[in-house]
């Protein structure tokens, strides 16, 4: 854990190792708002009425902590750092698909204060990550909540659509290989930006929906019921593959992990098998899945390259060369 803070402006905030490194790789923009958060907490607790505690771990584009409101009712506080990681989607953009998925399947959101860049959320239950269920329970679970979201976008520009995504990757991936000095094979990069210009190619505005962008089992958390809701929302107005693309990319550290231990012929086979499952599942083409989630999988795997996560990173480039050493 990294401490940081001016005690002159209340108790140092106890911020994660992972949002810290984030923060620092913004250079002095970032190291100012880690410096100034006490403080930018301190005056959300006055306005809100509320008493933050214990950060939570794990996020890495925001503070999250867990507070309580003046009559007594748990709810979580985040701030977002300050823009400039690419990657990361923009705070408007979060804040407009909560506002537009309005609850269900997706988190709660209570207030909000675009100047401050922070979201009063409602308090949901553990992680799936931490029930212990199987791989397959887990995948399965992640695109039935993914696909209670989608819903129609209205034409106004706030979310990026699909085309637009898919040239992002194609544009990342390759900018971000040569950065890091070319971590992996050229074939990893060729299949990669193949997929994501299928899917350029293949857009369709008249059939997007809202799109979560980032669904795992760390994002979805157990609600007041049996389900799940989606916490931090990429927003995109995209097709429903995408959603379950990055499903199969990393929904399931596990299922990521399995098919980097895998030989190319097998690493195939199984993402061909969750291609097929998923797109019986929720109606979708298994192609179009297949081709988000290789994208999907190779850009993750670049972008905690470029963060520094090297250990992270590892599975996800290893099963991507495994996928691209097959399609030769």
């Known amino acids: 854990m990294s401490h940081q803070g001016d005690p002159r402006h209340g108790a140092p905030a106890v911020v994660p190792d992972r949002l810290a490194r984030s923060a620092r790789a913004l250079g002095a923009v970032g190291r100012a708002w880690l410096a100034d958060l006490p403080a930018l907490v301190a005056s959300l607790e006055a306005d809100w009425s509320i008493t933050v505690g214990a950060p939570l771990e794990g996020g890495q584009a925001a503070y999250v902590a867990e507070a309580v409101t003046r009559a007594g009712t748990p709810v979580v506080l985040k701030v977002s750092i300050p823009p400039g990681i690419d990657a990361f ?17 997706y988190v709660g959101l209570l207030r909000h204060d675009v100047p401050r860049q ?4 409602e308090r949901l239950g553990p992680p799936m990550a931490d029930l212990g269920w199987t791989v397959e329970s887990q995948v399965d679970a992640l695109a039935r909540t993914a696909a209670r979201g989608w819903r129609p976008v209205p034409d106004d520009g706030r979310f990026p659509d699909g085309a637009e995504a898919a040239r992002w990757h194609v544009d990342f991936i390759p900018s971000t290989w040569e950065a890091l000095a070319r971590p992996c094979p050229e074939a990893v990069v060729d299949l990669a930006v193949a997929c994501a210009t299928a899917r350029e190619a293949a857009a369709d505005p008249g059939r997007a929906v809202l799109v979560h962008g980032d669904v795992h089992a760390f994002n979805a958390l157990r609600g007041a019921g049996a389900g799940f809701r989606l916490v931090d929302p990429e927003g995109l107005a995209s097709e429903p593959a995408h959603d379950l693309g990055v499903v199969l990319a990393r929904g399931v550290r596990e299922w990521i992990d399995g098919l980097a231990a895998s030989d190319p012929r097998r690493a195939v086979e199984t993402m061909a098998r969750g291609c097929r499952h998923l797109g019986r599942l929720a109606g979708v083409d298994p192609e179009a ?10 850009s993750t795997g670049l972008f905690l390259l470029g963060l520094g996560h090297d250990g992270e990173a590892e599975p996800y480039l290893r099963a991507a060369g ?4 097959a399609a030769r």
């Open 89 to 105: 989607a923009p705070f408007d953009r979060v804040l407009s698909a909560l506002l537009l998925a309005g609850g269900d399947p």
């Open 118 to 121: 922070a979201l009063l959320l």
């Open 289 to 298: 899945v297949r081709q988000w989630a290789v994208t999907e999988v190779v």
């Open 322 to 325: 495994g996928l691209a050493a």
